[in-house]
């Protein structure tokens, strides 16, 4: 029973495609992570989003979209697809409650644009 | 905005050594810190969690401590042995988002 699971693991697409990455916590946190770690390993907050706030980092290209049709599911969506956009991408989760902010991880999407 | 350093970025050990990995983080109004191993090709795997008013955690050979004056953190691995290689990563949650923002990581390598 996998508290934060991701579809696909792996996604090898043309550029100038659009795609989808899925993510559910059954953990019943409130608050969802996505985050890209590049070549060097280097983890990167792109968005945090709960029922109230969207937080997005504003290095993040417009042409990711993060879409959560209920508190358990995140996904990414991303248009338009470069070169660039190659990378892991990460999900994850944790409660809101101050003082327990425990973020648990996904095990990853690698994404290859060609 | 919170910066993470992680140092050394790279370590090699033989079997055996205990070791000490550090983390520091220039804004000391946290919520917690969080150390994360990464084995390649894997996800992260929380390790420790320590709140802001802990001064350090405990599990099995490792031992994280947490001074937030000074904006420093440490992981004590004792008794490495080769399954501990893997990346570590140290996190921090700040302010009113609890958004984690990470460290670079060390790169452990512990040869039989």
């Known amino acids: 029973d996998t508290a934060v699971s991701q579809t696909p693991k792996y996604l090898v697409t043309q550029m100038g495609n659009d795609k989808s990455i899925k993510c559910e916590q059954n953990?019943?946190?409130?608050?969802m992570y996505w985050y890209k770690q590049d070549s060097k390993k280097f983890l990167k907050i792109m968005f945090s989003?709960?029922?109230?706030?969207?937080?997005i980092n504003e290095t993040v290209p417009n042409r990711f979209s993060p879409k959560s049709p209920d508190k358990a599911h995140l996904n990414l969506h991303i248009n338009s697809l470069e070169l660039g956009d190659s990378a892991v991408y990460f999900c994850?989760?944790?409660?809101?409650?101050?003082?327990?902010?425990?973020?648990?991880f996904g095990q990853g999407t690698r994404l290859t644009v060609v | 905005k919170q910066e993470v350093t992680q140092i050394p970025a790279a370590l090699s050990v033989p079997e055996g050594e205990n070791l000490v990995l550090n983390c520091s983080f220039t804004?000391?109004?946290?919520?917690?810190l969080q150390w994360f191993r990464q084995d390649p090709g894997k996800g992260l795997t929380s390790l420790l969690l320590?709140?802001?008013?802990?001064r350090e955690q405990t599990s099995g050979r490792l031992n994280a401590s947490l001074d937030k004056s000074s904006g420093r953190s440490t992981l004590y691995i004792a008794a490495s042995q080769p399954g501990d290689s893997a990346t570590y990563l140290c996190?921090?949650?700040?302010?009113?988002?609890?958004?984690?923002?990470f460290g670079r990581g060390t790169s452990l390598i512990v040869h039989p």
């Open positions: 320590i709140q802001s008013s802990q």
């Open positions: 804004d000391s109004a946290i919520y917690n």
């Open positions: 994850a989760s944790s409660p809101e409650t101050a003082g327990d902010t425990e973020a648990f």
């Open positions: 996190a921090v949650s700040t302010g009113g988002s609890y958004i984690p923002t």
């Open positions: 989003y709960n029922n109230k706030e969207l937080i």
């Open positions: 953990l019943g946190h409130d608050t």
